[in-house]
């Protein structure tokens, strides 16, 4: 990835907490990272009977994929937004309070009897996970620093997928119910609140010295061109997104355009597809020392799943293709988050990982959106991958030749050091 325009300043970093219970701490992290991707995937099933309960509704075809959907660019549109709360109010007081919002506006539309009101309490459920997935990234920057940070950030990668499939299967188990019952997870957040309210504070969180007048020229000097440093990495995270979306939303299609319809069959080979991306955030966290240096390799692995997917001729090469691409994927995730934080400072870590969260959750929206787009100029799903797939091996051809030229250095020592 290249390297901001403009080299910061390094500014004083503050002594990391010390934590009673770090296990704790980050399972209740990871926990609190999975809420946005319950949020994005625990009503899919339940769609269908969703919009045949509204059916009576103008624009139920529509209304009704939003209450999936909305959330994702809800979060996309708020993070930056969260990012600064984050940074003035703290993250320990901002993540308890969005985390009982996110159960009361999730589990509203158990009561409520409006489609147009359900999707208006989904857009809240997305502010809540802005907030959500803002602060349990920026607390894993706070309370670990260099290769332990980017371990615990694969593992949080690592639990979005999982939690991805397991969140698809029990919110059809409870879809069987009724079209309300899924909802009742989000009661979740009554649960862990509390937790975080008492167990995600540290033991002793020791203060900085006073620092010096050209300490704090340096600190401020650091953090006004955030934008301008942060602008080539969300770029890259905006695509990325894509990339990593692409085959979990897309597979089921298109394996239906092979003539595979059957659910068990579809439901076998995303669950392939997910444990490869398992495999790859697993595999992150080995070649943590030089994930940067393969990311060209790590997107043009993607781009050969994505072709390999394009010109599938029967279900078992598409699977192999997906395989090949989420495993990419699995490493890419971590990739890019571990980038960004090691381009902010303390002071700026909240706004900073509000802007990646942005960029991510917005490609997340936009993915199938665009698929669709491509697919109707090209006439097939699988002639949008193959266009994705140039897309995204000249993009890992054009950061090769970038890397040639800037060589990146991130703001802080103790995030290039274990």
């Not at 934590?19 to 704790?24: D, G, K, Q, S």
């Not at 509204?54 to 990012?83: C, K, R």
């Not at 706004?351 to 993915?367: D, I, K, P, S, Y």
């Amino acid at each position: 990835m290249p390297a901001p325009a403009t080299a910061a300043p390094a500014a004083t970093p503050q002594q990391a907490p010390v934590l009673a219970r770090p296990r704790l701490t980050a399972t209740l992290l990871m926990a609190g990272s999975c809420l946005p991707i319950l949020g994005a995937v625990l009503i899919a099933p339940v769609l269908p009977k969703l919009q045949d309960h509204f059916a009576a509704t103008p624009g139920a075809d529509v209304l009704a994929p939003m209450a999936l959907t909305v959330p994702a660019l809800s979060l996309g549109l708020m993070a930056p937004f969260a990012g600064v709360l984050v940074d003035r109010l703290g993250r320990h007081r901002l993540l308890v309070v969005a985390t009982v919002l996110y159960a009361i506006v999730g589990t509203a539309p158990l009561w409520l009897d409006s489609l147009g009101a359900i999707v208006a309490s989904r857009v809240l459920v997305g502010v809540a996970e802005s907030a959500i997935m803002t602060c349990c990234t920026t607390l894993i920057g706070d309370y670990w620093s260099g290769r332990q940070r980017e371990r615990y950030l694969a593992l949080q990668a690592m639990c979005a997928s999982i939690s991805a499939t397991a969140f698809f299967a029990v919110g059809g188990a409870a879809g069987s119910a009724g079209w309300r019952a899924p909802f009742w997870a989000y009661a979740v957040g009554l649960l862990l609140a509390p937790l975080m309210a008492t167990l995600l504070r540290p033991t002793t969180r020791p203060q900085p010295a006073s620092p010096s007048p050209a300490a704090s020229l340096a600190a401020a000097a650091a953090s006004a061109p955030l934008l301008r440093r942060l602008l080539a990495p969300c770029a890259l995270t905006f695509f990325g997104a894509m990339v990593f979306y692409t085959m979990p939303v897309e597979t089921s299609y298109l394996l239906d355009d092979l003539g595979v319809t059957a659910p068990a069959a579809i439901g076998l080979s995303t669950a392939i597809a997910s444990a490869a991306t398992v495999a790859g955030a697993i595999t992150f966290t080995r070649i943590t020392a030089h994930a940067e240096r393969l990311l060209p390799a790590v997107l043009a692995t993607c781009a050969a799943g994505f072709a390999i997917v394009a010109f599938a001729g029967n279900a078992p090469v598409l699977v192999i293709g997906a395989v090949v691409n989420c495993f990419a994927g699995g490493l890419l995730l971590p990739t890019l988050i571990t980038r960004t934080l090691a381009l902010l400072s303390d002071a700026d870590r909240g706004r900073g990982t509000g802007l990646w969260n942005a960029a991510f959750f917005l490609g997340e929206f936009v993915c199938p959106v665009a698929l669709i787009a491509v697919s109707k100029a090209t006439g097939t799903l699988a002639s949008a991958i193959a266009v994705l797939a140039a897309a995204t091996l000249l993009l890992a051809a054009a950061l090769t030749t970038l890397r040639t030229r800037r060589t990146p250095t991130p703001l802080h020592p103790d995030n290039a050091t274990a």
